[in-house]
């Protein structure tokens, strides 16, 4: 059966509010599981089952001082588990993060998202999204933030998780978890 497992990690909660919109996406689509990773940069065993069953994974960390943040991280380094055996061989994978500043560095994030995935074998599902890069767009668009290789986010500094991310990164997010969804019920490794 197709699924689709994402799995993340969030500081203040902005990032949740994005895991979840890009859960929204894939669960209109198919089957979908969210597991955020704890402040200690933990997964219980069920999550790490529900990944291992998953179709395709979508990793998720706000941007932390140009990379992710060191939960994420942590997880990261205990995925080496099933990538000896290879168990994540050919599934689906994309990326999302989350940042205070228009920029960030958030695609060094992306970047060490999308090197995780290539580490296990995996397929990268990029946002497949033009931007919003014209003097009528704002930050109720999608794509603002011109993210390409996966979904980006902005929230202010003194934004609560109530204010950010803003309508139109959380529709960027649900679209890509849809976009990678929408593959993954076709893929055929």
């Given at each position: ?151 980006l986010a902005i ?31 076709n893929w055929?490794?």
């Open positions: 059966m197709t699924s689709i497992a994402i799995v993340y990690f969030s500081g203040y909660g902005h990032t949740t509010k994005q895991a979840q919109a890009v859960h929204a996406g894939a669960a209109a689509v198919t089957e979908a599981s969210i597991h955020q990773i704890d402040a200690n940069g933990d997964l219980p065993p069920e999550a790490w089952e529900a990944i291992g069953k998953a179709t395709a994974i979508i990793y998720g960390s706000p941007t932390y001082m140009g990379g992710p943040a060191w939960q994420f991280k942590k997880f990261a380094d205990a995925s080496s588990k099933p990538w000896f055996t290879q168990a994540w061989k050919n599934k689906l994978a994309a990326g999302f993060t989350n940042s205070a500043s228009v920029n960030g560095d958030k695609y060094a994030t992306i970047q060490y998202l999308w090197t995780l995935s290539q580490q296990h074998a995996q397929v990268w599902v990029g946002t497949g999204l033009m931007p919003a890069n014209t003097k009528a767009h704002g930050p109720a668009d999608v794509n603002w933030t011109a993210g390409f290789g996966g979904a929230s202010p500094s003194d934004a609560s998780p109530d204010e950010a991310p803003r309508a139109g990164d959380l529709e960027t997010a649900r679209l890509l978890g849809q976009r990678v969804a929408q593959f993954a019920l055929k490794p």
